[in-house]
Each structure stands twice: as structure tokens, then as C-alpha cells.
């Protein structure tokens, strides 16, 4: 990658290389901060996970599998970083001083990104997976926040809560026991909903939640 990025390098029957950008020169003539700060380290980890466990292919035709595994990836960034420092931090990039991917609210990033599968920031063209991975992120964001109203495809809706180390248990869950190559978001959906009812049971709080969260 340049200096001012992360990447995960694979090849096929190889162990998995992360490389971490050194910062490059800013706007202002200095030197960037290195992106070796938890979440990016958490977020590249990820890939190799996926990779290791064949849940994604890269290079796919249907690139819904690649947003996916980004989202995941943005997911487990944040929650180890949370391990460590405590902090919940929805904006990808923030302790660097940037506005990357937002789970918060995806359409005030850098990049104005979907919150909503095929809402009006969805890429139907290219189908980048960075900028759709939001729709899942955004997901989990309600799925540990809660919030009723509408939502970017004037469609009502009302999640309850969880835990937010639940969520994060569940989303590790879901990586580990449900994803596949060639995934689509329904299919997603049902893997986040059959890993709550492994976990939580069937019908309980949290998979109530999160069928409320893909809902929104």
C-alpha cells in the first residue's frame, strides 16, 4: 500500500502479509501518523481470519462478499480496539483525525456510504466494497445502540438494544460459524440470526434485536 494506508496481501496457498503505511506527508507539509493504530491492526487481522477460514473470495464477480468481509473486518477493529482502550469509536480513521467509514451515521464520512442495502449511496456500479460495507456496519451500530425512527429508505423502524459485549461476541460468532463465499446481505442477515439463536436462543432478547437491526 502507499504510506497513508493498510492492506492485507493474499495469495492463494501462502500465509497472509499485513502491511501498515507509514504516514505520509499531510496537507500541512509534516509527516501523517503511522496506521498502526488499533483499529486498522484489528480491522487487516480480521481479513487473514476470513481468509484462514475461507469464509470470502476475493476477486468475486459479486462483490456483496467483499463489502461483507470489510464490514466485518471495520467490526472486529472496533472491538478490539474497545478491549484495550475502553473506547467505542464509530468512525474508522478517528484517532488519526480521520472520517473513514462511519457506523454511526455512514452518510457523513469521507465517502457518503449506504445505511441501507440499495439506498441511494448503495454503488450499484462498481459495487466498491468499502463504500457498501456500511450497510452491515450500521447494522451493528443499532444492534448495540437502539433507536427508533426512519430510516434512509423512508422505512419506519424501532431496534431494541444489547449488550455491547454480546454484540461483539456475536459478530465473532457469526464469523466464525456462518460466513461463506458468496454471501449476499440476506444471507448475512440469517447468519447474524442463526448465531444469536445459537448463543442467546431461540426467540430470545438479543435475536429478537438483531432481527430488528437488519430491519432498519
Not at 22 to 41: A, D, S, V, W
Not at 153 to 167: F, G, Q, R, S, W
Not at 178 to 201: E, H, L, P, Q, V
Amino acid at each position: 500500500p502507499s504510506d497513508n494506508s493498510a492492506a492485507v496481501l493474499l495469495t492463494e496457498g501462502e500465509p497472509g502479509l499485513m502491511m501498515l503505511g507509514l504516514g505520509g506527508p499531510n496537507e500541512k507539509g509534516g509527516l501523517g501518523r503511522p496506521y498502526t493504530i488499533l483499529p486498522i491492526i484489528g480491522h487487516e487481522f480480521t481479513h487473514l481470519v476470513c481468509r484462514n477460514l475461507r469464509s470470502f473470495k476475493k476477486d468475486t464477480q459479486d462483490s456483496y462478499p467483499n463489502a461483507l468481509n470489510e464490514s466485518f473486518a471495520d467490526i472486529m477493529g472496533f472491538a478490539i480496539n474497545r478491549a484495550s482502550t475502553g473506547k467505542e469509536s464509530w468512525i474508522m480513521g478517528d484517532e488519526m483525525g480521520l472520517n473513514n467509514r462511519r457506523f454511526d451515521n455512514p452518510e457523513k464520512g469521507m465517502v457518503p456510504c449506504p445505511s441501507c442495502y440499495l439506498d441511494k449511496n448503495f454503488d450499484t456500479k462498481t459495487f466498491e466494497e468499502h463504500t457498501n460495507s456500511t450497510v452491515q456496519s450500521h447494522m451493528f451500530y443499532l444492534l448495540v445502540k437502539g433507536g427508533k425512527g426512519k430510516n434512509s429508505l423512508k422505512k419506519n423502524y424501532n431496534v431494541t438494544p444489547m449488550d455491547i459485549t454480546e454484540a461483539e461476541f456475536l459478530a465473532f460468532n457469526t464469523v466464525r460459524d456462518y460466513t461463506f463465499a458468496g454471501m449476499s446481505y440476506t444471507d448475512a442477515a440469517n447468519a447474524w440470526y442463526k448465531a444469536a439463536r445459537d448463543i442467546y436462543g431461540a426467540g430470545s432478547a438479543q435475536q429478537q434485536s438483531v432481527w430488528e437491526a437488519w430491519a432498519a
